[in-house]
């Protein structure tokens, strides 16, 4: 077992240390990489103080780490510019989640069946169904080839749900939106907002081992460190087969909850796992030529805390804690459809890359709930408004499937493949069929006999018109 253990931990520390390229020295400013713990009175930190914490009750602790996670996110943002612009160009991204495999239209629509209580939020009306965005990508700051080791993360858009938003600061649409931010790992390698912002300091030198790992001052967290290797470590065949987690709880009405995404019963992507072509960027390969005649979805599921839970089985504030399925399932209450559709244009690549997610972008009675949750609320906005600053770009938050500078016109199924039937109908024949009167008939249908023939009455032998 200690055997088992060493060997983990040393692939681990491997794999969190190889997971991109050792890049040059980007900011000489930054902080001692030894002084993990936040500290606002550092040059150049940023001072809770002048932080807006938007009415949450942080304590100081929290207000001080979560100034220092903002300061980290803009250096991480800067540092992976730096590696990132020389090939893919002079724009600032996220400072995780850098590559997008693709930003695709889908539906969301609630079930009919939704236990009653879980019918708050956007789920208060069975039945109902939105229109949605679905942000696809890969988890590290830089960008890499889709076929090394990464975190997969899905983000779903709901537009126009007509609630009341939780959180005012944030860009809305015409009518109130809900994120569903998520990665294909059901545990994240944090606890809470106070790992959170010693490990930023570390990644804003692109130290990726130092805070898991360190002989002086000594430190070895194996649990965060076996999480980190899980997450680093995934491949996949297609973004739409993998299932997706929230990782850290929210609270729906009145029951907490973590939730997940899941590739609908019946789903089949056989072709895409025996497609042995593993480009650069195969994932959105794989998308784009399932959903050039094919659609996908996703069963939307909620996983409820249990009353009598103790806090090591299912805590509200530790990421690393996977609550388990064996006592608490996950229940469906929505589903997510995705139709064909084009979506590899310069356009929608460039109105992905300015879309902003956020964990409090919700309506109603929603709550992200832990301290890992309180410092996204403040972290993710900030970066995205350093992002957006950056790239002198404006931001607005979108309420319908159209793309700004698309090369067809706004409608309701832009970029949708749609199939219609002909009408009249074709008549299909194939070269056996016989009418009993000798009448000539044409077949209209590719595959069948397309020649008109008629039956001699007299011997019984087929003959030839003209067509």
Request: a positive charge; hydrophobic letters at 35%; one cysteine or more.
């Amino acid at each position: 077992m200690k055997a088992r253990i060493l060997l983990a931990t040393a692939t681990a520390l491997w794999t969190l240390g190889s997971a991109a390229q050792e890049p040059p020295a980007v900011d000489q400013a930054l902080p001692n990489p030894d002084r993990v713990n936040p500290n606002p009175n550092a040059s150049p930190a940023l001072a809770p103080h002048t932080l807006d914490m938007l009415g949450m009750e942080l304590s100081e602790a929290e207000q001080t780490a979560i100034a220092s996670a903002i300061q980290s996110a803009r250096k991480i943002s800067a540092a992976a510019h730096s590696l990132n612009s020389p090939r893919y160009g002079n724009h600032y991204r996220r400072d995780a989640h850098a590559k997008a495999t693709g930003c695709l239209r889908a539906e969301f629509e609630i079930n009919g069946d939704i236990p009653p209580r879980f019918q708050h939020s956007i789920f208060s009306e069975p039945g109902r169904s939105y229109r949605a965005w679905i942000r696809f990508s890969n988890g590290d700051m830089q960008v890499q080839p889709d076929s090394q080791g990464d975190a997969r993360g899905m983000a779903v858009k709901v537009m126009k749900t007509g609630g009341t938003p939780i959180a005012a600061e944030l860009p809305q649409g015409a009518t109130a939106n809900q994120d569903f931010i998520m990665t294909n790992t059901p545990a994240f390698f944090h606890r809470d907002i106070f790992d959170y912002a010693e490990n930023m300091q570390h990644l804003a030198q692109l130290d990726r081992r130092g805070w898991f790992f360190s002989l002086w001052p000594p430190r070895l967290r194996i649990k965060e460190m076996w999480r980190a290797y899980q997450t680093v470590s995934s491949t996949i065949d297609t973004p739409l087969a993998e299932q997706y987690y929230s990782m850290l709880p929210y609270r729906l009405g009145d029951t907490p909850i973590k939730f997940s995404t899941r590739p609908c019963a019946g789903s089949d992507f056989s072709r895409a796992r025996a497609n042995s072509q593993r480009g650069e960027n195969y994932l959105t390969r794989q998308m784009s030529e399932t959903l050039t005649s094919a659609s996908a979805c996703f069963d939307f599921m909620v996983q409820p805390r249990l009353s009598g839970a103790i806090g090591q089985e299912m805590p509200l504030d530790d990421g690393t804690v996977i609550w388990k399925e064996s006592r608490s399932p996950f229940i469906p209450i929505a589903r997510i459809h995705i139709p064909p559709q084009e979506f590899t244009g310069r356009a929608q690549r460039n109105f992905c890359e300015n879309l902003s997610m956020n964990p409090w972008r919700g309506v109603g009675e929603w709550e992200p709930l832990g301290s890992l949750n309180r410092a996204r609320r403040l972290v993710y906005h900030a970066v995205s408004d350093f992002r957006h600053r950056k790239n002198a770009a404006t931001y607005q938050e979108p309420d319908n499937w159209c793309i700004p500078g698309a090369k067809v016109p706004c409608s309701d199924t832009q970029g949708l493949k749609l199939r219609k039937p002909r009408w009249p109908l074709p008549r299909c024949f194939d070269g056996h069929f016989r009418p009993r009167d000798g009448s000539a008939v044409s077949s209209q249908c590719d595959g069948y006999n397309t020649g008109r023939r008629s039956l001699d009455n007299t011997t019984g032998n087929t003959r030839a018109a003209a067509t």
